[in-house]
C-alpha cells in the first residue's frame, strides 16, 4: 500500500495549524497517521518544525510527498541557512 506524506488540520475555527503526517494514500488526511513528522503554523511563517532525518526516511522508501510539504521543505532549509 502507498504512503503518503501529507498536511493534517487542527486548531481553531480561523486559527489553523497543521501537523505534517505519514499516513496511507488511499486514507483520508483525518484518518490514523502511522507517525507525526513536524508542525506548520501558516499564521506565523518562521513557525516550522520538521523532523528532517524521518521525511528524509519515508521519501528513501517511497513516500509520496504533496506539493504544499515539498513547498515547506524548501522553506525550512531557507530558514536553517539564514540562522
Known sequence: MAVAIKLKR???TLKPVY???VIHSKKRCQGT???ELGHYNPRNKKD???NIERI???I???AIVSDTVKNLLKKQTEIQKNI
Request: proline share 6%; net charge positive; no cysteine.
Open 10 to 12: 487542527i486548531g481553531k
Open 19 to 21: 501537523r505534517v503526517i
Open 33 to 35: 497517521p502511522i507517525e
Open 48 to 50: 516550522i518544525s520538521l
Open 56 to 58: 528524509n526516511y519515508w
Open 60 to 62: 528513501k522508501t517511497g
